[in-house]
């Protein structure tokens, strides 16, 4: 029965890809789907175009393909990368001229048509409401504030290029698990209405699409049992016809894939297990088999899938004001107290100095500042040190800065005091996130697939 | 006898939006079922009081022994808004394993 391995690829923009390597070398795959863009990315990248109109994308990937290639190229490894962030175009230009500097001859295709920020008007005008998906609210009170929108495009588009002869295929946003499903169903014969088939293949690709955290990484279990984590290797996915697949990692690397460890990525980000909804299928994860088969090797079997939504998911951002944010540390005896203190004084002098805020949060390191309301506070009044954090919400960045000038004074002028933490930090544009629906028709007529050689 | 649901289940949370889910592992097919006795939508609800603002969800995964928690505002607006150091709520699974559960009924 045939069968294609696939490696899991970076799982942030920022992640190494030295463990994608070890896959390459070790691991013997046919592809690489690799995912830069978290849900938050792709607000980066706007301040990137902003800046250029020839960026937009995630940087990361031609230093990556350029290490990558001279190994990946003997083997016939092909990539697909959701990379092109907001300017998959640019970022071919950028990688063809890249290539064509090394004299690599490759084919490289491209997906357009995820994203709908120009097309936000002609949406509306042909009924749809762009209304916020978790909480009903309409879209006017940020439509002049989006930063982008864009909707998470199925694994057809890629598939497409894959079939037109690319070697390496630059997308937007798409579901992050249809980087895996396409060269799935590019090889392995399966038809676009194989529900079970195509569940199988989404659960593939959500267990491989955040790197080590199928292997070992941000273990909630006994993370002291993890071996190696400082050569960790990334997951490896074999699949077969059939849709039965075994997730393992390059022989050599650390980490772990057992039970444990991909349970834990299977829920990740997941709401109802019977109906994860992707633009391909909709997932039941509730009749997933995992069972370990040998060392770092688990067999995945059994999901089912029913058709694929009439609507599509869209992700837009807008600008939603400002973080001021600052820190100061505090030893025993009383680091509590004078944290305490010294938090008073600031909130008092915010208001003296006329400081704008719509939220204001006070936070103790060291005490509360991650468990909040649930911290045991036990130890609260012998803490060995706590730095208090102090963060807002302005307008813009003039009046969050307004914070950051009020701290360094208590360092001679407050509780007796220890200094240290960063202090000031530079305020920070804040982005509110706005998923919304659209029927597939209209976002899908939009989609374009096109393959140019370097 | 009561019990931290830290010696009993490991868990995982992530983020989409304001909107956390939180899913809780069982060793075993009877811890699994005390659990799925014990850690009910309302003591789950009760116990993220003052960090969710909004509903909270459960959902029973038997095949993987574990349940699934899904938190509608709890994420001070989602994680590039957020004003918190954890503000990706990647610390609220642990925060979970702070309940204590009755062993016996």
Same mark, same amino acid.
């Given at each position: 029965?045939?069968?294609?391995?696939?490696?899991?690829?970076?799982?942030?923009?920022?992640?190494?890809?030295?463990?994608?390597?070890?896959?390459?070398?070790?691991?013997?795959?046919?592809?690489?789907?690799?995912?830069?863009?978290?849900?938050?990315?792709?607000?980066?990248?706007?301040?990137?175009?902003?800046?250029?109109?020839?960026?937009?994308?995630?940087?990361?990937?031609?230093?990556?393909?350029?290490?990558?290639?001279?190994?990946?190229?003997?083997?016939?490894?092909?990539?697909?990368?959701?990379?092109?962030?907001?300017?998959?175009? !640019?970022?071919?230009?950028?990688? /063809?001229?890249?290539?064509?500097?090394?004299?690599? =001859? %490759?084919?490289? &295709?491209? #997906?357009? @048509?995820?994203?709908?920020?120009?097309?936000?008007?002609?949406?509306?005008?042909?009924?749809?409401?762009?209304?916020?998906?978790?909480?009903?609210?309409?879209?006017?009170?940020?439509?002049?504030?989006?930063?982008?929108?864009?909707?998470?495009?199925?694994?057809?588009?890629?598939?497409?290029?894959?079939?037109?002869?690319?070697?390496?295929?630059?997308?937007?946003?798409?579901?992050?698990?249809?980087?895996?499903? !396409?060269?799935?169903?590019?090889? /392995?014969?399966?038809?676009?209405?194989?529900?079970? =088939? %195509?569940?199988? &293949?989404? #659960?593939? @690709?959500?267990?491989?699409?955040?790197?080590?955290?199928?292997?070992?990484?941000?273990?909630?279990?006994?993370?002291?049992?993890?071996?190696?984590?400082?050569?960790?290797?990334?997951?490896?996915?074999?699949?077969?016809?059939?849709?039965?697949?075994?997730?393992?990692?390059?022989?050599?690397?650390?980490?772990?894939?057992?039970?444990?460890?991909?349970?834990?990525?299977?829920?990740?980000?997941?709401?109802?297990?019977?109906?994860?909804?992707?633009?391909?299928?909709?997932?039941?994860?509730?009749?997933?088999? %995992?069972?370990?088969?040998?060392?770092?090797?688990?067999?995945?079997?059994?999901?089912?899938?029913?058709?694929?939504?009439?609507?599509?998911?869209?992700?837009?951002?807008?600008?939603?004001?400002?973080?001021?944010?600052?820190?100061?540390?505090?030893?025993?005896?009383?680091?509590?107290?004078?944290?305490?203190?010294?938090?008073?004084?600031?909130?008092?002098?915010?208001?003296?100095?006329?400081?704008?805020?719509?939220?204001?949060?006070?936070?103790?390191?060291?005490?509360?500042?991650?468990?909040?309301?649930?911290?045991?506070?036990?130890?609260?009044?012998?803490?060995?040190?706590?730095?208090?954090?102090?963060?807002?919400?302005?307008?813009?960045?003039?009046?969050?800065?307004?914070?950051?000038?009020?701290?360094?004074?208590?360092?001679?002028?407050?509780?007796?005091?220890?200094?240290?933490?960063?202090?000031?930090?530079?305020?920070?544009?804040?982005?509110?996130?706005?998923?919304?629906?659209?029927?597939?028709?209209?976002?899908?007529?939009?989609?374009?697939?096109?393959?140019?050689?370097? | 006898?009561?019990?931290?649901?830290?010696?009993?289940?490991?868990?995982?949370?992530?983020?989409?939006?304001?909107?956390?889910?939180?899913?809780?592992?069982?060793?075993?097919?009877?811890?699994?079922?005390?659990?799925?006795?014990?850690?009910?939508?309302?003591?789950?609800?009760?116990?993220?009081?003052?960090?969710?603002?909004?509903?909270?969800?459960?959902?029973?995964?038997?095949?993987?022994?574990?349940?699934?928690?899904?938190?509608?505002?709890?994420?001070?607006?989602?994680?590039?808004?957020?004003?918190?150091?954890?503000?990706?709520?990647?610390?609220?699974?642990?925060?979970?394993?702070?309940?204590?559960?009755?062993?016996?009924?």
């Amino acid at each position: 029965m045939k069968s294609i391995r696939i490696a899991g690829g970076l799982g942030f923009y920022g992640d190494s890809w030295r463990p994608v390597k070890a896959s390459i070398e070790r691991g013997n795959v046919q592809y690489v789907s690799s995912d830069h863009l978290a849900e938050l990315t792709l607000a980066i990248l706007q301040k990137d175009r902003q800046r250029d109109p020839n960026l937009g994308y995630t940087r990361d990937f031609a230093p990556m393909l350029l290490d990558l290639l001279p190994i990946a190229i003997p083997q016939g490894v092909k990539f697909i990368l959701n990379a092109g962030g907001l300017n998959p175009m !640019a970022a071919r230009e950028a990688l /063809l001229n890249a290539l064509r500097k090394f004299g690599i =001859k %490759l084919k490289v &295709g491209v #997906v357009l @048509g995820d994203s709908v920020l120009e097309r936000l008007d002609e949406l509306q005008e042909t009924g749809v409401s762009l209304a916020h998906m978790d909480t009903g609210a309409g879209i006017a009170t940020v439509r002049d504030s989006l930063l982008f929108a864009s909707a998470y495009l199925g694994a057809r588009p890629l598939v497409e290029a894959l079939d037109a002869g690319a070697d390496i295929v630059l997308t937007g946003r798409v579901a992050d698990a249809a980087l895996f499903l !396409a060269p799935m169903m590019h090889e /392995l014969g399966w038809r676009w209405d194989d529900w079970d =088939k %195509l569940a199988q &293949g989404i #659960v593939v @690709g959500h267990l491989l699409e955040c790197s080590g955290q199928a292997t070992g990484g941000n273990f909630g279990g006994d993370w002291r049992s993890i071996p190696d984590l400082a050569h960790i290797g990334y997951p490896i996915a074999e699949v077969w016809e059939n849709g039965d697949a075994v997730i393992s990692k390059a022989p050599g690397t650390g980490g772990r894939v057992n039970f444990d460890t991909l349970r834990e990525q299977l829920l990740y980000e997941v709401h109802d297990p019977q109906h994860y909804l992707t633009p391909d299928v909709d997932v039941d994860m509730t009749t997933v088999q %995992l069972e370990e088969i040998a060392p770092d090797e688990v067999r995945v079997s059994g999901a089912t899938g029913r058709p694929a939504p009439e609507m599509l998911k869209i992700v837009a951002g807008y600008e939603d004001g400002v973080m001021g944010q600052a820190m100061l540390g505090y030893a025993w005896p009383d680091a509590l107290a004078k944290a305490q203190s010294a938090a008073q004084i600031i909130q008092q002098q915010m208001v003296e100095v006329g400081l704008k805020t719509e939220e204001v949060v006070v936070e103790y390191m060291g005490l509360d500042s991650i468990h909040g309301p649930l911290a045991d506070l036990t130890h609260a009044k012998n803490l060995n040190e706590v730095y208090l954090r102090i963060a807002v919400r302005c307008a813009d960045k003039k009046e969050a800065a307004k914070l950051g000038r009020l701290f360094p004074p208590l360092a001679l002028s407050g509780p007796p005091f220890i200094g240290g933490a960063g202090g000031m930090i530079e305020p920070r544009g804040l982005l509110g996130i706005w998923p919304t629906l659209a029927p597939r028709s209209v976002i899908e007529e939009y989609v374009r697939v096109s393959v140019e050689e370097s | 006898m009561k019990k931290q649901l830290v010696e009993l289940a490991h868990a995982r949370s992530g983020d989409k939006g304001d909107i956390a889910s939180i899913a809780l592992f069982a060793p075993d097919r009877t811890t699994y079922d005390l659990l799925v006795r014990e850690v009910t939508l309302e003591r789950v609800r009760a116990h993220f009081e003052g960090i969710v603002f909004g509903e909270v969800e459960r959902f029973e995964v038997p095949n993987v022994l574990a349940l699934n928690f899904v938190l509608h505002g709890a994420l001070n607006g989602g994680a590039s808004r957020s004003l918190r150091s954890d503000a990706l709520g990647k610390s609220l699974s642990s925060a979970l394993l702070r309940m204590e559960i009755g062993l016996h009924q």
